[in-house]
């Protein structure tokens, strides 16, 4: 069966301690894996999307590698205001129109 | 609008009564995303409507669960006889094709069953 596992569950990090979120999938035939940020109360914004293994992508303090079994979010120097919920999704196998969503990481950035 | 849009942003219902929360996906998106996140939960998969048409309801909990789609536009989620296990955020969420293409989130519905 298709499914995303996030780890950790909740990350304190100090601002400015470095670290890494990651996403391991088990969907066979990968079309796309997409990082998402979920603050408190709202809808989940996109970030990246990643099509194939070695790819990578950047925004400010963030960046996201694909291998072929597990993404991962890097965070450089995070600040306070990367506190949020990181969540990965992938597109399903079998229908390619369900999306699963890993239960996501919760950042928390302490100044 | 320039976003996803979803109505109303809070909802407290007594159990039993029926429901109806509503999106307004970016226009122009031909692909329209029910899913529903319980409390420190992941999202929940409901179901997917290309234009009008709803090909994969496989994610509906149950028949009190019910959605319509309108004028490749506006989509209705409807809950009948609602529970206090009902109690979620639903968020909707849109793109211009299935598949891989990102979609895009509304703010989400809160409901409360009480």
């Known amino acids: 069966e298709d499914q995303v596992t996030q780890s950790p569950e909740a990350l304190r990090l100090q601002e400015g301690e470095s670290s890494s979120l990651n996403c391991s999938y088990t969907v066979s035939g990968l079309r796309g894996l997409f990082w998402y940020r979920q603050d408190p109360g709202k809808g989940p914004e996109f970030l990246f999307t990643l099509y194939s293994a070695g790819e990578e992508k950047e925004k400010e303090r963030l960046k996201a590698t694909l291998t072929k079994k597990e993404s991962f979010l890097h965070i450089t120097a995070p600040k306070p205001e990367d506190s949020a919920t990181y969540l990965c999704?992938?597109?399903?196998?079998?229908?390619?129109?369900?999306?699963?969503f890993g239960t996501g990481t919760s950042l928390t950035v302490i100044p | 609008g320039a976003g996803v849009s979803q109505s109303p942003s809070n909802k407290v219902t007594e159990k039993g009564k029926d429901v109806e929360l509503r999106c307004d996906p970016i226009s122009g998106h031909t692909a329209l995303y029910w899913y529903r996140q319980r409390l420190g939960q992941g999202l929940e998969f409901l179901i997917y409507?290309?234009?009008?048409?709803?090909?994969?309801k496989s994610g509906l909990p149950s028949d009190r669960f019910s959605a319509e789609r309108t004028g490749e536009s506006v989509s209705t989620l409807t809950i009948q006889r609602t529970q206090q296990e009902d109690s979620a955020v639903y968020l909707c969420?849109?793109?211009?094709?299935?598949?891989?293409?990102?979609?895009?989130f509304g703010p989400g519905t809160r409901l409360l069953v009480l």
């Open positions: 969420a849109s793109n211009e094709a299935s598949g891989k293409e990102t979609q895009y």
């Open positions: 999704a992938v597109p399903g196998l079998r229908t390619g129109n369900q999306f699963y």
């Open positions: 409507f290309q234009g009008n048409s709803a090909p994969d």
